[in-house]
C-alpha cells in the first residue's frame, strides 16, 4: 500500500502538468529535441499518451491494493513494461505530425 500511496502522490500532480499542456518539458526526449524535431509532434496527441501511460502506472500499483491480494503486485509491475512498449510506438507513430 506504501508503494500505491507514493506512487500516486508522485505521478498525479505530473500527470495532471501534462496533461494541462504545462509539463511539456518534464517528457523524456521532448526537452532536449531541437525546435525543428518538436515540430514533427503533436502536442495534444502526445501528452495523451504520456498522461495516458502516467495514469495506468498508477492504475497498476492500486490493483493489488483494491483486491487486497499482494501476489498481484509482480504481475502489475511485469504489465507495466509491455505497456511503455505499447506507449513509446504510440509516441512515435500516433503522436507524430503526417
Not at 521532448?30 to 502526445?46: D, G, I, P, S
Amino acid at each position: 500500500m506504501t508503494a500505491a500511496i507514493f506512487t500516486t502522490i508522485l505521478l498525479v500532480p505530473l500527470t495532471l502538468l501534462i496533461l494541462s499542456g504545462r509539463g511539456d518539458n518534464l517528457i523524456a526526449g521532448y526537452n532536449t529535441a531541437t525546435k525543428k524535431e518538436r515540430k514533427q509532434f503533436n502536442m495534444k496527441r502526445l501528452r495523451i499518451v504520456i498522461g495516458g501511460m502516467l495514469f495506468l502506472t498508477i492504475i497498476a500499483f492500486w490493483i493489488p491494493v483494491l483486491i487486497g491480494n499482494q501476489k498481484f503486485i509482480i504481475p502489475m509491475t511485469i504489465a507495466l513494461f509491455p505497456m511503455c512498449f505499447i506507449g513509446i510506438i504510440l509516441a512515435n507513430t500516433w503522436a507524430k505530425k503526417k
